[in-house]
């Protein structure tokens, strides 16, 4: 059975910084880019970063630029993101997902950041 | 980056109803182009990918069709498990955008 799970969520001030996890299982991680979306409270999805198969590619959205790193472990079968410098508008669910592009795709169920003081 | 434009933003439609959503793409995508439904509480599910192409297990009643810049998601015959919000997803260039969805909502 294909899991994603992630976890490191929870409350942090403004300007603090918080490391999400995401634990695959089920099926190659290896052979997928691997990518975070992340949705406001009542509202859309936002593409916020992926990472090539290998680690040699990253991408972000321009709002976290500078401040979010995504990174990844094949040989744990895990997916990370430090996020520095955190703003309210950081506040959402952070879904982790794999091959957004491909024909296989998986997802997990989300951990919930907060950012307020 | 490219905007993706999605409409209607909610419709309300009885069980039975065909229903259409579409997805404008501000400019050329090929066919790098997703469809994905959520409900409350729950992770997105990929319906279609490749624009056109069913995701396994997904029933025959979606269907999804376009390329470049103009893209269709339709059900043929709303059931009511269907009732939920719906999202295109391009991955023809970065950063990656979604449409901003499409509340199916029961009349």
């Known amino acids: 059975e294909v899991q994603l799970v992630e976890s490191g969520g929870g409350l942090v001030q403004p300007g603090g910084s918080l490391r999400l996890s995401c634990a695959a299982s089920?099926?190659?991680?290896?052979?997928?880019?691997m990518s975070w979306v992340r949705q406001a409270p009542g509202k859309g999805l936002e593409w916020v970063a992926n990472?090539?198969?290998?680690?040699?590619?990253?991408n972000y959205v321009d709002s976290v630029k500078g401040r979010f790193t995504i990174s990844r472990d094949n040989a744990k079968n895990s997916l990370y993101l430090q996020m520095n410098s955190l703003r309210a508008e950081d506040t959402a669910v952070y879904y982790c997902?794999?091959?957004?592009?491909?024909?296989?795709?998986?997802w997990g169920q989300g951990t919930l950041v907060t950012v307020s003081s | 980056d490219i905007q993706m434009t999605q409409s209607p933003s909610s419709l309300s439609a009885s069980v039975g109803d065909r229903v259409t959503i579409t997805c404008r793409a501000s400019?050329?995508?090929?066919?790098?182009l997703g469809w994905y439904q959520q409900k409350p509480g729950k992770a997105p599910k990929r319906l279609i990918y490749?624009?056109?192409s069913l995701q396994s297990g997904v029933p025959s009643r979606f269907s999804g069709s376009g390329s470049e810049t103009e893209f269709t998601l339709t059900i043929s015959s709303l059931q009511p498990e269907d009732f939920a919000t719906y999202y295109c997803l391009q991955h023809n260039s970065y950063p990656l955008t979604f449409g901003g969805g499409t509340k199916v909502e029961i009349k």
């Open positions: 089920g099926f190659t991680f290896s052979s997928y880019w």
């Open positions: 400019q050329g995508i090929r066919n790098d």
């Open positions: 990472i090539k198969v290998d680690g040699s590619e990253k």
């Open positions: 997902a794999a091959g957004l592009g491909a024909t296989g795709t998986y």
């Open positions: 490749a624009a056109s």
